[in-house]
């Protein structure tokens, strides 16, 4: 059975390049064990811009995150027949965004450009790019087809990556490595490109698409017949799960097939509900940066195209950081926002936007032993998830002031008494039980759904917004203040003297 590509889509074109990166170490990490060097090839277009942004960037001083050039061998997966200093080369995009920038201590990788010499005969061009691959990969008469470690792709708006193009005659090459193009329905006419039997070949193939200009491809390529005998389509067909795309969601928003994300699992119901996962057991799915991160995308991408979304809630709150709280901020207005339900499912300890969270979905429900607190005061923070307003409306003053001040510990009994849990679960069967309930709530009219959601949120949404920019200003002031840096150290401490304090069975 054929495996299928991975998708990983971002809510902004720096968070691609930075998942891009991590992407591209690994894949370096691994060349270098198999055989000492990297050899990769890529495509042109926009991607070299982004290579620069991800690559580029400062490393963060551990060996895992040092882009290693100097064992680099760098070939390109198509070349226009022009000159290397021709506006329209591949060789010169890829020089000018990030080969005349490599740091020295960097080192130097090796780069093969196509001889210029040939550039009048396209075939000789491409028979002599096919020798330069040899001479790195061994002879065409030792091994079937070179083995890439890494094809890095752009995918053009008809469907188009290298200079495979939809319908030519050259997707069915089967014998050479390199082939000629003369008659490009893209200018230049007249280019070489590798075959597509020599990229899905690959160890890993990437391919890099943003912007609301590869929306339609991009839901054609992934979704529709068509769209997999595009050349995309053909190498994801090819290559199952080696190929991950990685893009934005303005070019995904219109497609149906999840996202892959590092930190959070999207499953579908056809029912129409979308279950969203941590994916993080050896943290115990702690709400880190990244998981934040993940977390936005994956409720954007349900909202847009599923019923109604089951959230498995995590354990801990985010790290504190400005990017973070922005984050964080644009998760609670898409949940006060949205028409379509959110139900969350608690499954264990609910510590801090565990708990803060809850009032902001429309059903909570929640195992029995699971746990509920939210240290802010003793970590110097402040309240998040519109809770400084929800708590009080739901549970009362004081109930609100022992969760959020004191920082008191309370039980899902105690929050189901107070109104912020809807039921509580047996353990056993827990989540298919809350998953049964969205079906039935999925199953329902969805206009008449989303209009009374829309009448319950109306008389309360421009208070919980007001909220939810109140508290995030009040994090930023926090986290300015310096304050939680030491309340967290101080806290870090006492939880690791409480380990070593706990008796050994």
Not at 12 to 34: F, P
Not at 103 to 129: M, W
């Amino acid at each position: 059975m054929p495996t299928q590509p991975n998708l990983y889509s971002y809510p902004d074109v720096d968070t691609v390049a930075a998942s891009l990166r991590k992407y591209v170490l690994s894949s370096q990490e691994a060349a270098l064990a198999r055989h000492g060097k990297f050899k990769i090839a890529v495509s042109g277009g926009s991607l070299p811009a982004m290579l620069s942004k991800a690559l580029l960037a400062p490393d963060n001083g551990t060996e895992g995150d040092k882009i290693r050039f100097s064992k680099w061998e760098v070939f390109f997966a198509d070349e226009r027949a022009v000159p290397l200093d021709d506006e329209d080369s591949n060789y010169g995009l890829l020089k000018k965004a990030l080969l005349d920038h490599i740091p020295a201590s960097s080192g130097v990788p090796r780069v093969y450009p196509i001889d210029v010499q040939y550039l009048n005969d396209t075939q000789e061009l491409a028979d002599q790019y096919q020798e330069a691959l040899m001479s790195s990969f061994a002879s065409k008469d030792s091994v079937r087809l070179p083995l890439f470690d890494l094809i890095l792709l752009g995918c053009g708006p008809d469907g188009h990556t290298c200079s495979l193009f939809p319908g030519h005659r050259l997707l069915r090459e089967k014998d050479s490595w390199v082939a000629a193009i003369e008659d490009s329905p893209k200018m230049p006419p007249r280019r070489i490109t590798l075959t597509l039997a020599v990229v899905i070949a690959s160890f890993k193939i990437a391919f890099v698409a943003t912007g609301a200009g590869k929306k339609e491809i991009l839901k054609k390529i992934l979704e529709t017949e068509e769209g997999r005998s595009l050349p995309c389509g053909l190498v994801n067909e090819g290559a199952g799960e080696k190929v991950s795309w990685f893009t934005d969601v303005a070019a995904t928003e219109a497609a149906a097939m999840p996202p892959t994300l590092d930190n959070v699992l999207i499953k579908l119901d056809d029912d129409g509900v979308a279950v969203i996962n941590y994916n993080r057991p050896k943290n115990a799915n702690a709400l880190s940066a990244g998981t934040m991160r993940d977390l936005l995308t994956a409720f954007t991408w349900a909202h847009d195209h599923y019923k109604l979304d089951l959230v498995d809630v995590p354990t801990e709150g985010p790290i504190l950081s400005d990017t973070n709280i922005e984050i964080l901020s644009k998760t609670h207005t898409l949940l006060i926002n949205s028409t379509k339900p959110f139900i969350a499912a608690i499954n264990g300890p609910a510590i801090g936007w565990g708990s803060t969270s809850l009032a902001l979905f429309d059903l909570v429900y929640s195992v029995p032993d699971a746990i509920f607190f939210t240290p802010f005061v003793k970590l110097g923070l402040a309240a998040e998830a519109c809770s400084s307003v929800t708590f009080q409306r739901v549970m009362g003053r004081q109930k609100a002031a022992a969760l959020i001040l004191a920082g008191e510990q309370f039980t899902a009994t105690d929050l189901e008494r107070a109104g912020l849990i809807t039921k509580i679960l047996p353990k056993e069967g827990f989540m298919e039980e809350v998953l049964a309930i969205a079906r039935r709530m999925a199953n329902q009219p969805p206009l008449a759904l989303a209009e009374n959601k829309r009448l319950m949120m109306e008389p309360i949404k421009a208070e919980l917004l007001a909220a939810n920019e109140r508290e995030c200003e009040a994090l930023r002031r926090r986290g300015r203040s310096g304050e939680p840096r030491e309340a967290i150290r101080r806290f870090e401490e006492e939880q690791a003297a409480k380990k070593k304090k706990k008796p050994k069975l």
